[in-house]
């Protein structure tokens, strides 16, 4: 069975960094584009960064130039670097394979505060 696990989540101060890991099991994630999700109380989940299987990377406006996803195909996992934080970072972050179905990961949660 497939599944995506998280981790690296926490609390951290504002301006501090936090690395997210996103390990696909049971999958050649390598075939698929992977995202980073975010998600805070009361609200939808939006898309943070993506990573497409060439390689290619997006990101939110907000997180541009702080914020770097990435990819180790042989390990199966998905990266996000996040530099320094702000108060307005904290969610809970989702790892989700963009395939059909698609999949997702538990979440793991970040909470940015001095």
């Known amino acids: 069975q497939v599944q995506v696990v998280e981790s690296g989540g926490g609390l951290v101060q504002p301006g501090g960094s936090l690395r997210l890991s996103c390990a696909v099991s049971?999958?050649?994630?390598?075939?698929?584009?992977m995202d980073w999700y975010r998600q805070t109380p009361g609200k939808s989940r939006t898309l943070v960064a993506r990573?497409?299987?060439?390689?290619?990377?997006n990101y939110e406006d907000s997180v541009k130039g702080r914020f770097t996803i990435s990819r180790d195909n042989a390990k199966n996992t998905v990266y996000l670097q996040m530099n320094s934080l702000k108060p307005e970072d904290t969610a809970v972050y989702y790892c989700?394979?963009?395939?059909?179905?698609?999949?997702w990961g538990q979440g793991t949660q970040v909470t940015v505060s001095s």
């Open positions: 989700h394979r963009d395939s059909l179905p698609p999949l």
């Open positions: 049971g999958s050649i994630s390598s075939m698929y584009s």
């Open positions: 990573i497409s299987k060439g390689g290619s990377t």
